[in-house]
Nanobody, 122 residues
Framework: QVQLVESGGGSVQPGGSLRLSCAAY????????MGWFRQAPGKEREGVAA??????STYYADSVKGRFTISRDIAKVYLQMNILEPEDTAMYYC?????????????????WGRGTQVTVSS
């Protein structure tokens, strides 16, 4: 009953920018805390950024602080990615949970988008 619809992935040169978007449809309670994981081949999945509506309890991975900005519009979440690096190359997944605790602690129960590929290369 919850669907996450993503857009904005693509290919960009180092130093470039992309904006990812994710819209949630259905039970908004179950997507109160929304954000982005990413996973590259041979790498573990990692949380990138997430937030409640109103940019409350915002989380950023250390590797993206100062470069990425997450924002919310109720049932939509955006990730503005600036100064992109090759190390940012990954499949990015929108994910949502009722709380921040569950978003981190039980990702198997998250609502998940289908993923959008971000590739940063010269």
């Amino acid at each position: 009953q919850v669907q996450l619809v993503e857009s904005g992935g693509g290919s960009v040169q180092p130093g470039g920018s992309l904006r990812l978007s994710c819209a949630a449809y259905g039970d908004t309670y179950s997507v109160a805390y929304m954000g982005w994981f990413r996973q590259a081949p041979g790498k573990e999945r990692e949380g990138v950024a997430a937030t409640y509506d109103g940019e409350r309890s915002t989380y950023y991975a250390d590797s993206v602080k100062g470069r990425f900005t997450i924002s919310r519009d109720i049932a939509k979440v955006y990730l503005q990615m600036n100064i992109l690096e090759p190390e940012d190359t990954a499949m990015y997944y929108c994910a949502a949970a009722p709380t921040r605790e569950r978003w981190f602690g039980s990702p198997q129960n998250n609502n998940w988008g289908r993923g959008t590929q971000v590739t940063v290369s010269s």
